[in-house]
């Protein structure tokens, strides 16, 4: 499980440390790709299966799944921890994303996420707005199911 906010910068070669915390689970080789809400997202090999065995429970015959189904391959790159903890992040994943230098690395349950500052500062203060709200809303659906 990964839980947790780290600060770090992404260096002039497009560079970021992967929290050491998270390193063991991860392993030296792991996929980073596009994630949700203004984000990158990190999954263990393991942890990309898992979530592939659920994708390919979609419908290709509907056009969303299709479409989720390419964002998320398409932009998919294997990475792999340097000597010293970091991972090369391409500019077709930074870009969009905005991650230029300062980022947040946060551990979300069953991957990793990566931010640029700014957009997880707005995000956070969103979201921790909205917290109890949602919590209550969730509660319902998991007493229900």
Request: with cysteine.
């Given at each position: 499980?990964?839980?947790?906010?780290?600060?770090?910068?992404?260096?002039?070669?497009?560079?970021?440390?992967?929290?050491?915390?998270?390193?063991?689970?991860?392993?030296?080789?792991?996929?980073?790709?596009?994630?949700?809400?203004?984000?990158?997202?990190?999954?263990?090999?393991?942890?990309?299966?898992?979530?592939?065995?659920?994708?390919?429970?979609l419908?290709?015959?509907?056009k969303?799944?299709?479409?989720?189904?390419?964002?998320?391959?398409?932009?998919?790159?294997?990475?792999?921890?340097?000597?010293q903890?970091?991972?090369?992040?391409?500019?077709f994943?930074?870009?969009?994303?905005?991650?230029?230098?300062?980022?947040?690395v946060?551990?979300?349950?069953?991957?990793?996420?990566?931010?640029?500052?700014?957009?997880?500062?707005?995000?956070?203060?969103?979201?921790?707005?909205?917290?109890?709200?949602?919590?209550?809303?969730?509660?319902?659906?998991?007493?229900?199911?």
């Amino acid at each position: 499980m990964f839980i947790g906010e780290y600060q770090h910068n992404l260096d002039a070669k497009g560079r970021i440390i992967v929290p050491s915390k998270f390193r063991e689970e991860l392993h030296t080789t792991f996929i980073l790709t596009r994630g949700l809400d203004g984000c990158l997202t990190i999954y263990s090999l393991k942890q990309w299966e898992k979530l592939f065995e659920e994708v390919n429970k979609l419908p290709t015959t509907k056009k969303a799944a299709r479409q989720y189904i390419r964002m998320l391959t398409s932009t998919a790159t294997e990475c792999t921890l340097d000597n010293q903890g970091r991972i090369q992040i391409p500019s077709f994943l930074s870009k969009p994303v905005n991650i230029t230098k300062e980022c947040v690395v946060i551990g979300a349950n069953d991957h990793i996420e990566i931010w640029d500052k700014a957009t997880w500062e707005n995000y956070y203060v969103d979201a921790s707005n909205n917290f109890e709200e949602v919590a209550e809303n969730l509660s319902e659906l998991l007493n229900n199911g």
